[in-house]
């Protein structure tokens, strides 16, 4: 690699996660001393939450602003960007440093690597790593959103919560339902309040629900109706879409040995964030082992300390500062003027539309997010 420095700090995600790391190390590692390498799979960041409005309205244009260039986040120009996908670590347990092998065999050494390849998503949100296969899964998306009589969506989280919404605003008089596997949308972190209000705003729009039903194999494009794992039938289905949660990103960290992940392939992590047999590599976001909701507000709790922990390391002091976990929130939209939050301190509340709007439903952040990677 470039630069005039010795020894490297390695990076891989440039999501939300991996691109707010990066800013700050930027501002606080001697560029005499340590290369920053930020690793990701496109020269950009994509704006995640923006995706499910992307996918089915053209006339956002979102492709045009909540894709952003990684070229900005660097202060002073301490640090670069670099596209490709890693394979696999080379890092023995205990032993300081290692190396992450690329796609293409180039092998990248490390003093320090901090893992923020977030989640796997399937459907519409699940953006082709190779920058030139997103526009035209994103146009092959909206072709099918707008052809579609009767859309079925499987997964009563927040995505499929949120894309039901998109497909509303566009499209009012379409066909829509929701499939979930629980009795009540979402989960039951999140409280009875905000679960039956959305369910309540979706059901006016003429949203449809099957609850306590799966679909477990999504038809090919073309196929028309849909049978649940219980045995009913939807047979006007023309568009079923996959809004399952998502998977950590983590096939590569195989490459450390079976106990680096746990069964479900999250990362297996320390309270400093460092995991269990490799102390110079740190790990956040959606990878890690922890009991809580994956989401980007977490970051918030998560940056800092791997920020701290990794100046720490490198200046030879053992990290010190834990994870002690984060409040729960989220807010999720209902099409671009209504949804609803909730927070998880004082016991629980919820806020609706006006504050989803404020927020959140009007533009997904997308203003922010550019402004934060410096655009």
């Not at 409280?191 to 729009?205: A, F, H, I, M, T």
């Not at 590569?252 to 490799?278: C, R, W």
Request: no cysteine; proline share 4%; glycine share 12%.
């Amino acid at each position: 690699m470039s630069g005039k420095a010795e020894q490297n700090v390695v990076i891989v995600g440039g999501g939300f996660a991996g691109f707010q790391v990066a800013k700050q190390l930027s501002k606080k590692l001697d560029a005499k001393r340590y290369n920053l390498i930020l690793i990701n799979s496109r020269s950009y960041a994509v704006s995640l939450p923006a995706t499910v409005r992307l996918v089915v309205d053209a006339e956002s244009k979102l492709e045009e602003t909540s894709f952003v260039k990684l070229d900005r986040i660097y202060a002073n120009g301490n640090g670069e960007t670099k596209v490709g996908v890693v394979t696999s670590i080379e890092a023995q347990p205990g032993v300081p440093g290692g190396a992450v092998v690329l796609a293409t065999g180039e092998r990248i050494s490390y003093a320090v690597l901090i893992l923020a390849t977030g989640s796997k998503w399937t459907g519409p949100s699940g953006l082709p790593e190779n920058e030139d296969d997103v526009l035209p899964f994103v146009t092959a998306w909206r072709h099918k959103f707008a052809k579609a009589n009767h859309v079925v969506i499987v997964g009563g989280g927040a995505v499929g919560i949120e894309l039901a919404g998109e497909v509303k605003d566009l499209y009012p008089t379409k066909k829509v339902t929701i499939v979930h596997g629980g009795n009540e949308l979402i989960n039951a972190t999140y409280g009875s309040s905000l679960r039956k209000g959305l369910e309540k705003r979706l059901r006016v729009r003429g949203v449809q629900f099957m609850f306590n039903e799966y679909i477990d194999d999504i038809p090919e494009a073309g196929v028309v109706g849909i049978t649940t794992r219980s045995g009913k039938h939807i047979s006007d289905a023309d568009l079923v879409v996959s809004a399952r949660g998502g998977r950590p990103n983590t096939d590569y960290v195989t490459s450390l040995g079976e106990d680096a992940l746990n069964g479900h392939g999250f990362v297996k992590i320390k309270p400093t964030m460092q995991l269990l047999n490799h102390p110079s590599i740190f790990a956040l976001g959606d990878i890690i082992e922890w009991t809580e909701q994956k989401q980007v507000a977490k970051l918030m709790w998560h940056v800092p300390v791997v920020v701290t922990n990794v100046v720490g390391f490198l200046n030879g002091v053992t990290p010190t500062k834990k994870y002690a976990g984060a409040p729960e929130m989220i807010v999720i939209t209902n099409g671009r003027k209504g949804g609803m939050g909730y927070f998880g301190f004082f016991g629980g509340f919820t806020l609706g539309d006006w504050f989803a709007w404020l927020v959140k439903s009007r533009d997904f952040m997308v203003s922010h997010f550019r402004k934060d990677l410096g655009y």
